[in-house]
Every structure is written in structure tokens, then in C-alpha cells.
């Protein structure tokens, strides 16, 4: 049986550091498990997503996948 949720929620941060204005720091962390996770650019964090959407996709679990279609850009 799959435990894996069929979900996923995250915490975003982003901050600079004083003293060091040009390195943006980002961190994502997984309210559930407490699990955090550091990147060291934009790339990088989309990568991660990436491979967790498609993680999430082939566990086929296409019904349980949020509905993008009110989504809004803000």
C-alpha cells in the first residue's frame, strides 16, 4: 500500500542576508514532517518541485492533484 499523501504543502522562505545583499537564501520546509531543505538558486528549487510533482503524478494520483483552473497570479 502507498503512504505517500497524495498532497503537498510547503513553507517558502526567502530572505537576503545583511552584508551579503547579492545571495538570496531559500529554504522550503515540509510542514508535516518538519523536513527542510536549502537551495542555492531559483533553479534549483524549481528542479526539486519538478521532480516532486512528477513523483506525485505517476503514483497516479492525477484525481487528487489541485485544480489550477481559479488559479490566480499575484
Same mark, same amino acid.
Given at each position: 500500500?502507498?503512504?505517500?499523501? @497524495?498532497?503537498?504543502?510547503? &513553507? #517558502? +522562505?526567502?530572505?537576503?542576508?545583511?552584508?551579503?545583499?547579492? +545571495?538570496?537564501?531559500?529554504? #522550503?520546509?515540509?510542514p508535516l514532517t518538519?523536513?527542510?531543505?536549502?537551495? @542555492?538558486? =531559483?533553479?534549483? =528549487?524549481v528542479t526539486y518541485?519538478?521532480? #516532486?510533482?512528477?513523483? &506525485?503524478?505517476?503514483? *497516479?494520483?492525477? *484525481?487528487d492533484e489541485p485544480?489550477?483552473?481559479?488559479?490566480?497570479?499575484?
Amino acid at each position: 500500500m502507498d503512504t505517500r499523501p @497524495s498532497y503537498r504543502s510547503f &513553507l #517558502l +522562505r526567502l530572505w537576503r542576508r545583511e552584508g551579503d545583499p547579492n +545571495r538570496p537564501y531559500v529554504l #522550503l520546509e515540509d510542514p508535516l514532517t518538519g523536513k527542510r531543505v536549502g537551495f @542555492s538558486s =531559483l533553479q534549483a =528549487l524549481v528542479t526539486y518541485l519538478q521532480a #516532486l510533482y512528477d513523483e &506525485l503524478v505517476t503514483a *497516479g494520483s492525477e *484525481g487528487d492533484e489541485p485544480d489550477e483552473t481559479n488559479a490566480t497570479e499575484q
